[in-house]
Protein backbone atom coordinates (compact mmCIF):
# COMPACT_ATOMS: atom_id res chain seq x y z
CA UNK A 1 0.00 0.00 0.00
CA UNK A 2 1.12 3.55 -0.79
CA UNK A 3 0.61 5.64 2.04
CA UNK A 4 1.05 9.62 1.68
CA UNK A 5 1.49 12.17 4.44
CA UNK A 6 1.18 15.53 3.71
CA UNK A 7 2.73 18.71 6.10
CA UNK A 8 1.56 22.24 5.52
CA UNK A 9 2.54 25.71 7.14
CA UNK A 10 1.75 29.25 6.84
CA UNK A 11 5.03 31.16 6.98
CA UNK A 12 4.74 34.44 9.52
CA UNK A 13 4.69 37.74 7.54
CA UNK A 14 7.90 38.12 5.10
CA UNK A 15 9.08 34.63 5.89
CA UNK A 16 8.13 32.71 3.18
CA UNK A 17 11.60 31.77 1.98
CA UNK A 18 12.93 30.99 5.36
CA UNK A 19 10.21 28.31 5.54
CA UNK A 20 10.84 27.10 2.28
CA UNK A 21 14.61 26.88 3.04
CA UNK A 22 13.94 25.59 6.32
CA UNK A 23 11.49 22.57 4.60
CA UNK A 24 14.18 21.90 2.32
CA UNK A 25 17.06 20.95 5.21
CA UNK A 26 14.82 18.48 7.12
CA UNK A 27 16.22 15.62 7.27
CA UNK A 28 13.74 12.20 7.73
CA UNK A 29 15.81 9.70 9.32
CA UNK A 30 14.43 7.19 6.79
CA UNK A 31 14.31 7.95 2.70
CA UNK A 32 10.35 7.82 0.90
CA UNK A 33 9.91 6.42 -2.34
CA UNK A 34 9.44 10.02 -2.82
CA UNK A 35 9.44 13.84 -1.50
CA UNK A 36 7.67 16.88 -2.83
CA UNK A 37 7.90 20.42 -1.67
CA UNK A 38 5.19 23.39 -3.32
CA UNK A 39 4.96 27.01 -2.30
CA UNK A 40 1.60 29.05 -2.89
CA UNK A 41 0.18 33.00 -2.35
CA UNK A 42 0.16 33.44 1.58
CA UNK A 43 3.84 32.39 2.26
CA UNK A 44 2.81 28.47 2.51
CA UNK A 45 4.49 25.62 2.29
CA UNK A 46 3.60 22.11 1.43
CA UNK A 47 5.64 19.21 1.59
CA UNK A 48 4.14 15.61 0.28
CA UNK A 49 6.04 12.06 0.58
CA UNK A 50 4.91 9.01 -0.47
CA UNK A 51 5.88 5.22 1.92
CA UNK A 52 5.03 1.82 0.97
CA UNK A 53 3.65 1.05 4.19
CA UNK A 54 0.45 0.02 6.01
CA UNK A 55 -1.85 3.03 6.49
CA UNK A 56 -1.54 3.03 10.08
CA UNK A 57 2.51 2.55 10.45
CA UNK A 58 4.51 4.25 12.21
CA UNK A 59 5.98 6.77 9.54
CA UNK A 60 8.81 9.85 9.94
CA UNK A 61 7.17 13.37 9.71
CA UNK A 62 8.45 16.85 9.13
CA UNK A 63 8.50 18.85 12.59
CA UNK A 64 7.08 21.53 13.57
CA UNK A 65 8.95 24.69 12.82
CA UNK A 66 9.78 27.30 15.53
CA UNK A 67 6.98 29.64 16.49
CA UNK A 68 8.48 32.29 15.12
CA UNK A 69 8.61 31.15 11.56
CA UNK A 70 5.01 30.08 11.13
CA UNK A 71 1.66 31.75 11.82
CA UNK A 72 -0.30 28.75 13.17
CA UNK A 73 0.99 24.62 14.11
CA UNK A 74 1.93 22.71 10.56
CA UNK A 75 -1.60 21.15 9.25
CA UNK A 76 -0.81 17.03 8.71
CA UNK A 77 -3.01 14.97 6.86
CA UNK A 78 -2.57 11.23 5.65
CA UNK A 79 -3.98 9.74 2.47
CA UNK A 80 -3.87 6.07 1.08
CA UNK A 81 -3.35 5.45 -2.56
CA UNK A 82 -6.53 4.13 -4.40
CA UNK A 83 -6.21 2.33 -7.77
CA UNK A 84 -7.95 4.40 -10.47
CA UNK A 85 -10.77 2.38 -12.46
Known sequence: MTVALMW?????EGRGAELLSWVREQPLPAEPLRRETFRAPQDRVLVITWWDAPYDASLPELPEPDAGLVTRAVHRWRFEAVADH
Open 8 to 12: EARAA
